[in-house]
């Protein structure tokens, strides 16, 4: 099923508009840096460690230059100038000795300067590398497993969320041997607002699992085995969004993760982090995912969670096109971009599935190379099991019918607990039922171009470049003042972590930034 009803010159012009208000951000983000970017180069250069009382060593480091006012200089370049003042010693210590009196250090001559330099190129180079064999591994996994097409039907996405990873691996073979394609592992509540990646394993969560790097680590050598003992690969994804969308997105590459949440205002909106924060974070983080080969998820379906999804659809288009914006400009492909959106219109409501047929098949025609990602209904779920049951599976016709590319299975009991196993079962039972049953449905049929479909996809495009229009106009960062988005208003000065932001010194150093922007 093919059918958009949107005019093709519309559809230019607002990928236009769209273009225009990520590149007004842009101009912000190239000239700032902020303390989780920091953080992560000091990670992609070997600094993984804890102190002894368990915070992050590239926590106290950046801390400390931050606190010496040189932080706008770039963390790589004062680790190279540390361990140059201070050879043999460990990078924290070196580091405070150089963050304690910075003014003191004397100038570098300018041929010891770009040696300095240099060194620290090198040094990036060979982390660089490191990463790529290690990305590199993960692919010659898949070439050696069956791995599931979503061009033939989505892939079957499901939550393991217990709080203890242990605990989430059993859970995630058991979806696995059911016939999940992904594995998502539900972050701990909250844990977006910490401006810290917890250290080691964890047992101890709220609502889901803390994101560490041993905790991927676990995951993902946990869902190797169980793939090669299936015979075809199961994807793992976590999230990449919060206070340090960079950090976790450098630590989901190097544990050979197959994607990530990570929206561009998500954070904004509804975790009330601070806009400058956001966007400069989720540049560098989707700099990371395009070289790593990771697909990201935007977030448009939580829009329509605050706002009605009737009303506010043209919200989800236009976030769409912007985040595609974003996404080029760090250099992402097409095929690495997975669009969110959801089935959520108020099911008391006439005609919602038509109305849905219609945003859906307009969200697969706007981004024809894009792994599409469909949401089940969550606003709208009852304690009625047989009914949300019900409510799920037309969101799994729609996916199979409009060719999605993965679709989060919703679970019947969404509304009282997160879900158990059995509840898993039935939700992936019942998917595999509809996509075999509805396998062809969407070469078969059609729809007016007259009639409903085809009037709600003209109508949404129509308000969703308004809606640009006023965003270009005005600039996005004004534009979620206005609660253009979600139904939510944010300013430019507020939210958590404003302080992490460092407008960068006119000799500003990062490698890596240099190896990934360059290809």
């Known amino acids: 099923m093919a059918q958009l009803f949107v005019d093709s010159s519309k559809i230019a012009r607002a990928r236009e508009l769209a273009r225009s208000?990520?590149?007004?951000?842009?101009?912000?983000?190239d000239r700032h840096t902020t303390v989780s970017i920091e953080r992560t180069v000091l990670r992609l250069l070997g600094i993984s460690g804890a102190g002894t009382r368990g915070a992050p060593l590239a926590n106290l480091m950046v801390?400390?230059?931050?606190?010496?006012?040189v932080l706008d200089k770039g963390a790589a370049y004062?680790?190279?100038?540390?361990?140059?003042?201070?050879?043999?010693?460990?990078?924290?210590?070196?580091?405070?000795?150089?963050?304690?009196?910075?003014?003191?250090?004397?100038a570098l001559p300018p041929e010891e300067e770009t040696q300095l330099r240099e060194e620290m190129r090198a040094d990036a180079r060979a982390a660089v590398k490191e990463l790529r064999e290690r990305i590199d591994r993960r692919t010659q996994l898949k070439a050696s497993l069956k791995v599931g097409s979503f061009e033939k039907a989505p892939w079957k996405y499901v939550i393991v969320a217990t709080g203890n990873i242990y605990d989430d691996v059993e859970q995630a073979k058991a979806a696995a041997q059911l016939g999940a394609d992904v594995i998502a592992?539900?972050?701990?509540?909250?844990?977006?607002?910490?401006?810290?990646?917890?250290h080691g394993a964890t047992t101890e969560g709220f609502g889901g699992t803390y994101a560490t790097q041993e905790n991927f680590r676990i995951m993902r050598e946990a869902l190797d085995e169980e793939s090669r003992k299936l015979g075809r690969y199961?994807?793992?994804?976590?999230?990449?969004?919060?206070?340090c969308m960079p950090e976790i997105a450098f630590m989901a590459a190097y544990e050979r993760l197959d994607m990530l949440l990570n929206d561009a205002m998500y954070?904004?909106?509804?975790?009330?982090?601070?806009?400058?924060?956001?966007?400069?974070?989720q540049y560098f983080s989707r700099r990371i995912c395009g070289f790593a080969g990771i697909i990201i998820n935007t977030g448009e379906d939580n829009y329509i969670t605050t706002a009605d999804a009737d009303e506010a659809a043209h919200t989800v288009i236009a976030s769409q096109l912007v985040n595609e914006s974003f996404a080029h400009q760090a250099g992402m492909k097409?095929?690495?971009?997975?669009?969110?959106?959801?089935?959520?219109?108020?099911?008391?409501?006439?005609?919602?599935?038509?109305?849905?047929?219609?945003?859906?098949?307009?969200?697969?025609?706007?981004?024809?190379r894009s792994p599409i990602k469909y949401m089940p209904p969550t606003k709208h779920k009852e304690g009625d099991i047989f009914f949300s049951h019900a409510y799920d599976v037309m969101a799994d016709l729609v996916a199979i019918t409009t060719g999605q590319g993965i679709q989060l299975?919703?679970?019947?009991t969404e509304a009282m607990h997160n879900p158990f196993l059995m509840d898993r079962y039935v939700a992936l039972k019942s998917a595999s039922y509809l996509y075999r049953a509805a396998r062809h449905l969407g070469e078969e049929i059609s729809f007016r171009p007259d009639g409903i479909v085809a009037r709600r996809q003209r109508d949404v495009f129509d308000q969703a470049l308004r809606l640009l229009e006023e965003v270009a106009k005005d600039g996005m960062m004004a534009a979620i003042g206005k609660a253009r988005f979600g139904d939510t208003a944010r300013t430019p000065e507020g939210g958590k972590g404003l302080d992490g932001v460092v407008e960068k010194a006119p000799d500003y150093f990062n490698p890596f930034l240099e190896i990934l922007e360059n290809g």
């Open 63 to 69: 801390d400390k230059l931050r606190e010496a006012g």
């Open 334 to 368: 097409d095929e690495l971009i997975g669009f969110g959106h959801s089935f959520e219109i108020d099911p008391a409501r006439e005609d919602t599935l038509l109305r849905e047929f219609a945003m859906a098949m307009m969200v697969r025609e706007l981004f024809p």
């Open 234 to 243: 199961v994807h793992l994804t976590n999230y990449s969004s919060g206070l």
């Open 409 to 412: 299975l919703g679970m019947m």
């Open 78 to 106: 004062w680790l190279g100038r540390a361990l140059k003042s201070a050879p043999g010693k460990d990078p924290l210590h070196a580091i405070e000795r150089v963050a304690a009196h910075p003014d003191k250090l004397p």
């Open 267 to 281: 954070g904004i909106l509804f975790r009330d982090i601070n806009m400058k924060r956001t966007f400069c974070d």
């Open 21 to 29: 208000a990520a590149l007004g951000v842009q101009a912000f983000i």
């Open 185 to 198: 592992v539900i972050r701990s509540t909250a844990q977006s607002l910490l401006d810290y990646v917890p």
